[in-house]
Structure formats: structure tokens, C-alpha cells
């Protein structure tokens, strides 16, 4: 049986190839697969490449690893192309949320939209379109997978300039599921949803628990949660109420008790796309992406992660087990999107594809987040056609958003950066825009050609 074969770009992040590499060593009947790794950075990538074979020799698997910092030297008949790459790393990233703050913005993420999410997309975008030419140039069969932020500005970048068919992944409407499930004290395979909107910003207007609708049981459980006095109950079942409490997530519930459907993923995502809501960020007595949602934590967790992965390629540091226990997530949906792909098994994901109407009250141009079914001519979306307008209209502001994002990226021009982050709405003013916006050009100077 011939080997297939999965380029990953991007590979010295540490946490997501563990993950993947970890997936194709535990499933079972998925043929032979060789992974190519690549990297630009050394260190990483000699780490990375030293710990993977770790683990396939830990596991006894028949799993070939390869390895290039080149990635043409590697990607001619590849059959799965990931790309999981960040231009300039968690330092870039750090500035794109702390000097937004002289300004009085917050953010808990910043890899998606306000100008976080955008200065991310200048430096991303060209990049990721570099990877898609060499792609349909090398092997332009192979299925393309983007895991890089912002998701939907990439892909949408990928569509409109070398028309390569790429598929933006993410965990975040399973994470959600799960969410959900936990809060109702339900199994997590018992529970299902249909949702569509932009990455980071989906709404799940549709969940079932074993067939049946779900939220009249949410309902229940909100409302016994908003009756307890805190500290009032002792017991196992209300410990589990506590640590699942709506006021984990007070934004996305509020937003659900408005329009009847819960928004992915969380507060931690979903308050960046309503900026006036948080002004200063303010966020129920507390200062977003600082005191709660802290960036400057996940910064400091993924540094340590990172130094673990080179202890452990290195031998200090023994392998880390919890890769190969994990629960349902990103990286397995990837392998059974795969399979259902090659088996022709026709099962359902939410994955980012090009709307192309399948959901009539948004743009056809648009990347959006929405359920496709894998079959063997590859990922079909389902046509959507009671897609709430009010919903719809909230994310045709973010798909402007988007659309002024990607131009800005392609043209280098600063006049379409100041209209994006006037668009987003998280600038008090067009000068303030300017300002920011230079200010953000300078420091990634090195990162962003077509504005030079």
C-alpha cells in the first residue's frame, strides 16, 4: 500500500503537531501516512522533527517522519497540505494587543479582528498566499487545511488571488458543544448543533441532544443558575453547576437570551466582534485580555510549552502522554474529515469554506463557518436557507470588516487599514485610526513588504 503523504507548515508549533502527530498514531485503519514537517525556524524545527520521531517510536507506529525547512523540497505529491504558521511568532503578537492599549483598546485574543486581528492579517496574508501558489503549482490535488488566524481574512485572501480550494479548520463550534453539554450534565456525543457565521464568531441556532431540541433544557438550567445565591449550595451537582456558571460567559448568554442562538466561542472570542459594548474594555467589572482572559498569560504558557517541546526533543523532559488521551478536538476532526474524505463516508463538520450561496442572506464571496458534508469529491456545504436576517446582518458588518482587511494586506495600502479599523468600530475616530495604524505599520515594518 502506497504511503500518503501530509505536509505541515508551520510544524515547530509545539502543542498542534504533538496533536496531530499523536492522532495519526491512535487511529486505527487509516492506511500508512508519511508526515513532512517544516519549519524556518532551526531550533524549532530540529526539535520538533526530534521529538515527533519520539513519539512514533514510543508508540512502535508505521509512520515515517521527514522534514525540510524548505517546504517545495517536500510538498510534490503531497496529498495534505496543513498550514499552522504565524509570521513573526508570540512576540509580533504581543504587540499587536499591547499597543492598541495606549489607545484605551483591549483584547483578550487579537489574532482575529479589532486591530489585533487585523495588524495580524498584514503580516499573515501575503505569506499564506506565497504557500498557496507554491500549492497549485507542486501538488494542486492535495487537500489544502488552514489552521493560521485570522481564518476567515486568509482564506478569503487564498480564494480571491490564486483561486486554490483551501479549508480553514477550527475547534471552536466542538469546543462549544462541549461547552453546552457540560452545562446540561450531558454526554458530549449526545450533543449536536448547526451553525453559521464567520471563524470566532458562529452561531449555533440549532442544538439537539439526542434528537431532541436542546434549549428548552438550557433554558432550564440558566434560569435555575440565576436563582442561586452564590456560596448557598454545597453539594456535588451544585460544585458542577459553580465551575459550568453562566457567569463564566455572561456576554455570549446575554447574547442568547437575545437572539435565541449561542455564539462560538465564548467571551473570550466573541466580545472582540462587539467592541461598543466594552468600551475601555470594561467587561463586568473587570479589564479584558488583563484581568480576565489575560493575554499576557496565554504569551507566558505558550513560551513554556515551547521550551518543554525542546526539553523533551533533548531528552530532559520525559514525552508528554496527555497527547495521545485526549478528547474530541481540532485535531481529530481533521483525521475524520479525512477519512470520512477517503471512505466516502458523507459525515457532517463545521469547517470555513466560501458561502457561494449555500446561505442566501450573506455575501456568496464570503469565507464562512458552516456545516459541510466530507464525501469523496471532498467537503460540500449544506444550504442553509433559515438563516436568521437579524443574524445575518450582524455579520455583514464583520464580512466588510474582513473584506477591507484582505485589501488592505494585498495593496499595502494604509488608507484601506484606516478604513478597516474605522469599519471595525473599535477606533473612537479616523484619526485615532491613523494613528494606531502607523504606529502598528512601523513596528511590523519587517513583516509587511507591500507597505514599504
Not at 99 to 107: C, D, E, L, N
Request: proline share 4%; net charge negative; aromatic share 8%.
Amino acid at each position: 500500500m502506497k504511503r500518503k503523504k501530509i505536509v505541515l507548515i508551520g510544524a515547530g508549533s509545539a502543542v498542534f503537531t504533538q496533536g496531530l502527530v499523536a492522532d495519526f498514531i491512535m487511529a486505527k485503519n487509516f492506511g500508512l501516512w508519511e508526515i513532512a514537517l517544516v519549519d524556518i525556524n532551526e531550533q524549532a524545527h530540529h526539535s520538533i522533527t526530534t521529538l515527533t520521531n519520539k513519539m512514533v517510536k514510543e508508540k512502535n507506529a508505521d509512520i515515517v517522519i521527514t522534514s525540510s525547512s524548505n517546504r517545495r523540497d517536500v510538498l510534490p505529491d503531497a496529498d495534505v497540505v496543513i498550514t499552522t504558521i504565524a509570521v513573526g511568532g508570540r512576540r509580533a503578537w504581543e504587540n499587536d494587543v499591547i499597543i492598541p492599549r495606549k489607545y484605551g483598546i483591549y483584547q483578550p485574543v487579537g489574532d482575529t479582528t479589532m486591530p489585533g486581528g487585523i495588524s495580524r492579517a498584514l503580516r499573515m496574508i501575503p505569506v499564506m498566499i506565497d504557500i498557496s501558489k507554491d500549492i497549485k503549482e507542486l501538488c494542486p490535488d492535495a487537500h489544502f487545511i488552514n489552521y493560521s488566524n485570522p481564518m476567515t481574512a486568509i482564506c478569503q485572501a487564498i480564494q480571491k488571488v490564486t483561486g486554490v480550494n483551501v479549508t480553514g479548520l477550527c475547534h471552536g463550534v466542538i469546543h462549544v458543544e462541549q461547552y453546552l453539554a457540560k452545562f446540561i450534565n450531558a454526554k458530549n456525543s449526545e450533543v449536536k448543533s448547526l451553525g453559521v457565521g464567520i471563524n470566532h464568531l458562529t452561531f449555533l441556532y440549532d442544538l439537539r441532544i439526542n434528537g431532541k431540541n436542546a434549549w428548552p433544557i438550557i433554558d432550564q438550567e440558566l434560569h435555575r443558575q440565576k436563582k442561586m445565591e452564590p456560596g448557598s449550595s454545597i453539594g456535588k451537582e451544585e460544585k458542577i453547576l459553580y465551575e459550568n456558571s453562566y457567569k463564566n460567559n455572561q456576554f455570549s448568554w446575554s447574547f442568547y437570551e437575545r437572539y435565541g442562538v449561542f455564539p462560538a466561542v465564548l467571551d473570550r472570542h466573541v466580545t472582540e466582534f462587539f467592541p461598543e459594548h466594552f468600551p475601555n474594555g470594561k467587561y463586568y467589572g473587570k479589564v479584558l485580555g488583563k484581568e480576565v482572559f489575560s493575554l499576557e498569560s496565554v504569551i507566558a504558557e505558550g513560551d513554556k510549552i515551547y521550551e518543554e517541546m525542546h526539553e523533551q526533543a533533548q531528552g530532559r523532559l520525559p514525552l508528554d502522554e496527555k497527547f495521545f488521551k485526549r478528547t474530541e478536538g481540532e485535531h481529530e476532526q481533521l483525521v475524520e474529515i479525512l477519512r470520512s474524505i477517503y471512505n466516502d463516508e458523507r459525515k457532517i463538520f463545521s469547517v470555513n469554506l466560501p458561502n457561494e450561496g449555500a446561505v442566501p442572506n450573506l455575501p456568496a464571496h464570503a469565507v464562512l463557518e458552516l456545516p459541510a458534508v466530507a464525501t469523496g469529491m471532498g467537503l460540500i456545504p449544506l444550504h442553509i436557507n433559515d438563516f436568521p436576517d437579524e443574524l445575518a446582518l450582524i455579520l455583514r458588518k464583520r464580512i466588510h470588516v474582513v473584506d477591507l482587511t484582505v485589501e488592505a494586506a494585498l495593496t499595502g495600502k494604509k488608507s484601506l487599514l484606516v478604513e478597516a479599523m474605522v469599519a471595525d468600530g473599535a477606533v473612537d475616530s479616523k484619526e485615532m485610526a491613523n494613528s494606531l495604524a502607523e504606529e502598528l505599520l512601523i513596528t511590523n515594518k519587517q513583516y509587511l513588504p507591500q507597505f514599504n
